[in-house]
């Protein structure tokens, strides 16, 4: 990809024809055809509420995480396709064409990646649907504990949240492939409705950045609460 200086936050402006959300829109799209047939081969996912997310403009959809079938999952039930940030980790080997092909983003969480930060907000500028698993890595899948980057990329972009909680992809094992939840077995998808990170004020502070994580982490606890609920998880 061609690198062109530029001014801004992220430290280099994109263009249209660099955009990640254009050159990698249709990689998505693959994607999210892949995920579809292997999570309906494999599980037997309950989704719930997809239409909430929008039919079309920038959307992040920030995810519980607590298995790594989690982004599979989400990518193979949600109504868009979708642009997941995955740890520079997982690129290895024949996964990162893989990866890179389906239009996902790697990034560095060691330190502040600029150029997943510009890949994202690319995708978001082109319209798409950015997944972010918020918590970071794989915990409980409480949304208990965010990072900043969910509030940065929703403030910075305007793009609305829409909350995300997958349950029932931890607990029990399956017994033919150690590590993945019983074949066959239903996993739930739960999409919440879609709501705005910033308080009015266009404020990209470090002050408003913080005020707008503690209103996220609310909306997605509350959101993983319900959805508990509603699913008897």
């Known amino acids: 990809m061609r690198r ?80 997941f940030l995955i740890k520079k980790e997982a690129f290895v080997g024949p996964l990162d064409p893989f990866l890179r092909g389906i239009g996902q983003l790697k990034v560095d969480r060691s330190g502040a990646d600029r150029a997943a930060v510009t890949d994202a907000l690319g995708v978001l500028r082109d319209g798409g649907v950015l997944g972010i698993f918020p918590e970071g890595s794989r915990g409980e899948g409480d949304f208990a504990s965010l990072r900043a980057g969910l509030a940065y990329f929703a403030v910075r972009s305007g793009a609305p949240i829409v909350p995300v909680a997958v349950l029932g992809s931890t607990g029990r094992r399956s017994r033919l492939i150690r590590g993945v939840p019983p074949l066959r077995g239903r996993v739930d998808v739960v999409f919440g409705d879609a709501f705005d990170a910033g308080d009015g004020s266009g404020r990209r502070t470090r002050k408003a950045l913080d005020e707008a994580t503690v209103r996220i982490q609310e909306r997605l606890a509350a959101h993983l609460a319900g959805a508990r609920r509603l699913t008897g998880r």
């Open 4 to 83: 062109h200086p530029g001014r801004g936050e992220a430290g280099r402006q994109v263009t249209e024809k660099d955009s990640p959300g254009v050159a990698t829109r249709r990689g998505a799209a693959v994607g999210r055809g892949i995920g579809i047939g292997l999570m309906y081969g494999l599980w037997k996912p309950r989704v719930l509420g997809s239409w909430r997310v929008p039919a079309s403009g920038p959307v992040i959809l920030a995810v519980n995480h607590a298995h790594n079938v989690d982004g599979p999952m989400v990518m193979g039930t949600a109504p868009r396709p979708v642009h």
